[in-house]
């Protein structure tokens, strides 16, 4: 079962993102998110990044990957 997809090597995979930080972490109680749901990109492909806009969608389809976001789920009380 060959895998169809390419990684690009550029460097920095970070052009934008807080680059006055030394090192971006973000750590998220789940309990304080302030909507119900909340996706978080994992495909890099975002605009709206950190966020999932679902261009996962087109990324997966163009190289054959299968890469979605992490969702957080704000328990249900
Ligand atoms: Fe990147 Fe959805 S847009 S995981």
Excluded: M
């Excluded at 972490?25 to 789940?30: H, K, N, S, Y």
């Excluded at 990957?65 to 957080?72: A, F, K, Q, R």
């Amino acid at each position: 079962n060959k895998r169809n997809f390419t990684v690009k090597a550029t460097g920095a995979i970070n052009p934008s993102i807080r680059k006055e930080e030394a090192k971006v972490v973000d750590a998220v109680e789940v309990t304080q998110l302030q909507k119900p749901i909340t996706a978080y990109c994992r495909c890099w492909k975002s605009e709206t990044f950190p966020l999932c806009d679902g261009a996962h969608g087109k990324h997966n389809k163009e190289f054959g990957d299968n890469v979605g976001p992490l969702v957080l789920k704000k328990p249900k009380e």
